[in-house]
């Protein structure tokens, strides 16, 4: 079963503006992660926040991590065309963290106009 | 970074045969080796576990006959989907993992007419 929800389910945005998606989680996590997928492509993996922090960047992303609400979020600053994909969560449970329990979310279909 | 090679990307076959799909990791051993299944727009469902050198362990759900599942080197994870039907149209990604997050194929498109 899903354990993530993400929302929006799609977002479409003009080249230049900022994209945020959320996620949300049920269970305790030792780490969550967010990927990324091209049309009928592998996921590739984009970022890992643990637990006991609130807030990690890598780059143009920008990810929070919110564990007495559940929630996380990814933001994707300056968005180019390139960054069109699906977007997903994942948690890793706790208190293992492995990577061979993780859970996905629903995903986030960014569409990034030029 | 690991890489993590599936073979085919994508496939087209008849209702009732059987295909084979491959999961290499190219520059890492895995002794565990993940399957998920992808609907369009949805996503990913763990299938089964690969564990090299004993047997698969499946989800709830999952028919072991039907997906057959082979980790028969550190390397290597084939899954088999037997007498394939038209339902069984999906796309299909392995995942090798390390501790901490999971390399992922490219996945296959598998569609049965």
């Known amino acids: 079963s899903q354990q993530g929800e993400e929302d929006p389910q799609a977002l479409s945005i003009q080249e230049g503006e900022n994209a945020t998606m959320n996620c949300s989680y049920k269970t305790s996590i030792n780490n969550l992660q967010w990927y990324r997928q091209n049309s009928g492509r592998g996921l590739v993996h984009l970022i890992l926040i643990r637990s006991n922090e609130r807030e990690k960047h890598s780059g143009r992303l920008r990810v929070t991590l919110d564990t007495s609400k559940k929630s996380s979020s990814l933001l994707i600053t300056a968005s180019r065309a390139a960054d069109t994909a699906s977007y997903f969560c994942?948690?890793?449970?706790?208190?293992?963290?492995?990577?061979?329990?993780?859970?996905f979310g629903s995903g986030t279909q960014l569409t990034v106009l030029p | 970074g690991a890489v993590v090679s599936q073979h085919p990307s994508w496939v087209i076959c008849k209702s009732g045969t059987s295909v084979k799909i491959e999961c290499r990791s190219l520059?890492?051993?895995?002794?565990?080796m993940f399957w998920y299944r992808q609907f369009p727009k949805q996503s990913l469902m763990l299938m089964a576990t690969s564990n090299e050198g004993s047997k698969a362990t499946y989800e709830q759900g999952v028919e072991k006959d039907k997906f057959l599942i082979n980790h028969a080197s550190l390397t290597l994870s084939t899954l088999t989907v037997t007498s394939a039907h038209p339902e069984d149209s999906s796309f299909y990604i392995c995942?090798?993992?390390?501790?901490?997050?999971?390399?992922f194929g490219q996945g296959t498109r598998l569609t049965v007419v």
């Open positions: 994942a948690t890793a449970p706790y208190p293992s963290g492995s990577a061979r329990q993780l859970t």
């Open positions: 520059d890492f051993q895995a002794t565990t």
């Open positions: 995942s090798a993992p390390n501790s901490v997050f999971g390399f």
